[in-house]
């Protein structure tokens, strides 16, 4: 009994940190699922491991309290940053961009920012381009060393979009990063025209 009652308890906990940790993600901007989750479990004062969700009961959570609470102002956005997507990575087509995040999966809010990835010959060779653009960005530190931490991180605004461009070795383009999706120009191209097509049959275009 004691048993069963210890997973209940749990059970319930996992739920109540999916869900803050969702809420905060849509509300305070936070993109990294793993940072949102134990922000909530810190906030919630949980303690066991086992009380932690995944990712997927995570992105769950999001998506019903956006379709709850943004289900007019998510959409918009959401076609805002996958144009903004296909502009960006244009410009960046040299340098072997994927679009990654939020934006890609579908759960981009308010505050979301724009996540590309690029695979260039080297790092240098995407800040020297910025430059010869005289186009104005902020270098970042990456959040902690890890195997797959990025050589570096570059900021800026694409219109109001807060876009962030993670640069990873060319070696590293092939081998991908588990559990994380990404997709390149096309394929975002494609989902641009796909939600532009709804767009139009929800507004009476045919």
Do not use: C
Not at 46 to 52: H, K, W
Not at 154 to 169: A, E, G, N, Q, R
């Amino acid at each position: 009994m004691a048993s069963h009652a210890h997973s209940s308890r749990s059970t319930g906990l996992r739920r109540e940190i999916a869900a803050l940790a969702a809420r905060m993600m849509a509300e305070d901007g936070i993109g990294d699922f793993g940072f949102a989750k134990r922000k909530a479990a810190k906030r919630l004062g949980a303690t066991d491991a086992d009380a932690l969700p995944n990712n997927a009961e995570i992105e769950t959570e999001l998506r019903a309290w956006q379709a709850l609470y943004q289900d007019e102002e998510q959409p918009e956005r959401l076609f805002e940053m996958r144009s903004a997507a296909v502009e960006v990575m244009r410009l960046l087509a040299d340098f072997h961009p994927y679009l990654t995040g939020g934006a890609l999966d579908g759960t981009a809010g308010r505050y979301s920012e724009l996540e590309i990835e690029l695979f260039p010959e080297s790092a240098k060779d995407v800040e020297i381009f910025f430059l010869n653009q005289d186009f104005s960005y902020e270098h970042r530190e990456p959040r902690r060393p890890a195997p797959h931490t990025p050589e570096a991180v570059l900021s800026f605004d694409w219109d109001d979009i807060p876009v962030k461009v993670s640069i990873y070795p060319s070696a590293a383009e092939r081998g991908g990063r588990r559990g994380q999706e990404r997709a390149r120009l096309p394929q975002v191209e494609a989902l641009l025209g796909t939600a532009a097509g709804l767009s139009g049959t929800r507004n009476g275009t045919p």
